[in-house]
């Protein structure tokens, strides 16, 4: 009865922490996985590539911004209220979380730029290196 009983702790247990983290996990994709419909509707995710140059417009309050992630193949449009990191730069390697809504406008809650000039998310990197490698 009491081993029973400490099967049914444990799997109470490790049912919880697993929804726990499922609450918590953020699933990574490139603009080109956007486009092609693998990212989930509505669901918050990442959202990695290069800011593309020519692309940031801020609002007249000075905290809207809009601008584009690209892979280099396919792009899409980000809208971000806030302040923007110190090292944001149009050409420049960026992460972002958010939301893609309805009309394929990804919704940022926030905006994460590399840190120096070697680094990028391993994501990122890989997503930019798919990008090239398809004809």
């Not at 109470?12 to 994709?29: E, G, P, Q």
């Not at 486009?35 to 593309?52: C, K």
């Not at 406008?105 to 926030?110: C, D, G, M, N, V």
């Amino acid at each position: 009865m009491w081993v029973l009983a400490g099967v049914v702790l444990v799997a109470a247990a490790v049912t919880l922490v697993l929804r726990a983290l499922d609450d918590n996990v953020m699933f990574f994709y490139s603009p080109s996985q956007v486009q092609a419909g693998a990212a989930p509707q509505g669901a918050a995710f990442r959202l990695g590539g290069l800011v593309e140059a020519g692309s940031v417009r801020r609002g007249a309050d000075g905290v809207q911004v809009r601008f584009t992630v690209t892979d280099q193949v396919q792009r899409v449009a980000v809208q971000y209220q806030g302040l923007l990191p110190d090292l944001f730069r149009e050409g420049k390697g960026v992460v972002v979380s958010g939301r893609l809504d309805s009309a394929g406008l990804f919704r940022a809650s926030e905006v994460l730029a590399k840190h120096d000039e070697n680094y990028m998310p391993p994501e990122a990197a890989k997503a930019l290196e798919d990008a090239r490698a398809r004809p």
